[in-house]
């Protein structure tokens, strides 16, 4: 029973579709007939034509962009330092999307001098909350300026300590000796204390030593004097010193000063101490340190 009523269920229905002309034929193309038309609208020669103009207009933009990167990477050493050269490209490849998005804005009729009243406007409250980046920007070119560092330098900033990465407009990025990155602002570099390690050539090392009160001070400062010549990269110009500095508690101390090349700072130490305990243990001097004599006592007495 209830599978006849099903079947005349369907009939019914499948009548009143075929006398209401249902075609979903017509429900597609009454939803699609508006894109297509659109699609149709633009994809005409003249649209192709600007297409194909704007394509080749980017393409001699980026081109002039590339030429110019390439003239800057090409200057050497002597002429334009790497930092200035890395500020330089960024400056150029900003430039390059600024033309690219004005040429392609310009395509699709927007008017510039609508953004120039609405940027106005909007000028004043950005300028607000942009003070802190056109202080990195200025503090930037006085660095540039100054000439204080450059990519490869070891530098300490703030009292973070660590190798030049880069230089750009709004900060310096350097890697820590542990190899971490530190962004360090420029307002930063010019408002706090910076140290330049790797700014001259040379450097001069102090190392400090002391020796028992009962030592000659003679034959220590003499001793003292010898320890540089065991050091390869120890400079002979200027020449290294000795001197005493002070009765300190433990002994005499005093002072050895040696030049070494920039580069050569680990060598250098590791190298200078190997040299001063050599020429002390061959001069019979004692390096003295703390020590804690015991005295065993049997039966109250010593």
Not at 34 to 57: D, E, H, R, S, W
Not at 133 to 161: C, H, P
Not at 266 to 294: C, H, M, R, W
């Amino acid at each position: 029973m209830n599978e006849e009523i099903d079947v005349e269920t369907a009939q019914a229905a499948a009548q009143s579709i075929a006398a209401n002309n249902f075609d979903p034929t017509k429900i597609i193309t009454h939803h699609t007939e508006p894109i297509v038309n659109a699609i149709k609208q633009y994809l005409n020669v003249p649209f192709l034509m600007k297409l194909a103009g704007t394509v080749i207009m980017l393409l001699i933009i980026y081109i002039i962009y590339r030429i110019c990167r390439s003239m800057i990477l090409r200057l050497p050493e002597n002429k334009l330092k790497a930092q200035h050269s890395m500020m330089i490209q960024k400056t150029l490849k900003y430039i390059y999307y600024v033309c690219a998005a004005m040429y392609v804005l310009g395509l699709f009729g927007i008017k510039f001098s609508a953004i120039w009243g609405a940027a106005g406007v909007a000028g004043v409250a950005i300028g607000f909350a942009a003070q802190t980046s056109v202080s990195n920007i200025i503090s930037g070119l006085f660095v540039l300026s100054e000439k204080a560092m450059k990519i490869g330098d070891l530098v300490t900033i703030d009292g973070v300590t660590g190798v030049v990465d880069s230089t750009d407009l709004l900060s310096v990025k350097i890697h820590t000796l542990d190899n971490q990155l530190v962004r360090v602002p420029n307002s930063t570099i010019i408002n706090k204390n910076f140290l330049n390690t790797s700014y001259f050539p040379q450097r001069r090392m102090t190392i400090g030593v002391s020796v028992s009160y009962d030592t000659d001070m003679t034959l220590a400062l003499e001793t003292l004097k010898k320890a540089p010549a065991f050091c390869p990269t120890v400079l002979r110009e200027p020449e290294p010193a000795a001197w005493f500095d002070k009765f300190g508690e433990k002994g005499i101390d005093l002072v050895l000063a040696v030049w070494f090349k920039s580069e050569d700072f680990l060598q250098t130490k590791n190298s200078a101490f190997i040299a001063i305990k050599k020429v002390y243990d061959e001069a019979g001097i004692e390096i003295p340190y703390y020590k804690l004599n015991v005295k065993m006592l049997s039966g109250g007495t010593e």
